[in-house]
C-alpha cells in the first residue's frame, strides 16, 4: 500500500463554520474517495493520522473536529496538493477544499470521529489511529461513507494554525 498526506501549512486561514448544503465550503479539508467530481465506487482509504497546530503569538481557543458528513457534497472538486510516500504509485483519493456547488453538511457535536479543543498558541497535536481501527472512506451512495471532513468550530485567526491527514490505499 502507498502512502499519501497533505498539510495546509501555516498560510492557512481557517473558516468558522460547519459547512452547510449550499456553500461551497469544505472547512479545513475533506478526505473524498475519489480525485475529481465525485466519489468513485469501489475506491478505498484509510486514514493513519490526523494532526493539528498552530504558531500564533497570541493565545486563541481553537475547537477542531473530525466527522462524517450527514450531506454530500455536489459538483466538481477542487483537490489539493498532496504527497506520495511511492513514486509509481496515483492515488485513488484525494483532500478537497471546496465543491463547485455545495460543500458537505455536517452534524452537530457530538457526531464526531474525532474532536479536541486547543490552544493556537503553540498547541497542536497528531491522533495516530491504532492498527485496525483506521478510520476509512469508502466510494459509494451511502451518504457519509466517502468522505471525511476536518472543520473549525472555534477559532478563525489567518495565517497561524495546519492541518494535517495521511492516508494508505
Known amino acids: 500500500m502507498a502512502d499519501f498526506s497533505h498539510s495546509t501549512q501555516n498560510t492557512f486561514t481557517p473558516t468558522l463554520t460547519n459547512p452547510v448544503a449550499g456553500t461551497t465550503n469544505a472547512g479545513n479539508y475533506t478526505l473524498m474517495a475519489g480525485t ?3 466519489p468513485v465506487v469501489g475506491t478505498m482509504g484509510k486514514v493513519k493520522y490526523v494532526s ?4 500564533s503569538t497570541t493565545s486563541v481557543g481553537f475547537r477542531t473536529r473530525w466527522a462524517r ?3 454530500d457534497p455536489t459538483g466538481n472538486a477542487a483537490a489539493l ?14 483532500p478537497v477544499l471546496q465543491w463547485a456547488s455545495s460543500g458537505p ?5 457530538p457526531a464526531n470521529l474525532f474532536a ?3 490552544n493556537v498558541l503553540g498547541g497542536g497535536g497528531i491522533l495516530v489511529l491504532p492498527i485496525g481501527s483506521e478510520w ?10 466517502s468522505y471525511i471532513t476536518c472543520i473549525n ?5 489567518a495565517d497561524v494554525s495546519t492541518y494535517g491527514i495521511q492516508w494508505s490505499e
Open 52 to 55: 493539528w497546530g498552530g504558531a
Open 105 to 109: 453538511t455536517v452534524a452537530a457535536e
Open 81 to 94: 496538493t498532496f504527497s506520495k510516500s511511492n513514486p509509481v504509485s496515483t492515488a485513488t483519493c484525494a
Open 136 to 145: 476509512m472512506v469508502v466510494g459509494s451512495a451511502t451518504i457519509g461513507t
Open 69 to 71: 458528513p450527514s450531506t
Open 116 to 118: 479536541i479543543s486547543w
Open 153 to 157: 468550530t472555534a477559532g478563525v485567526t
Open 36 to 38: 475529481s467530481t465525485a
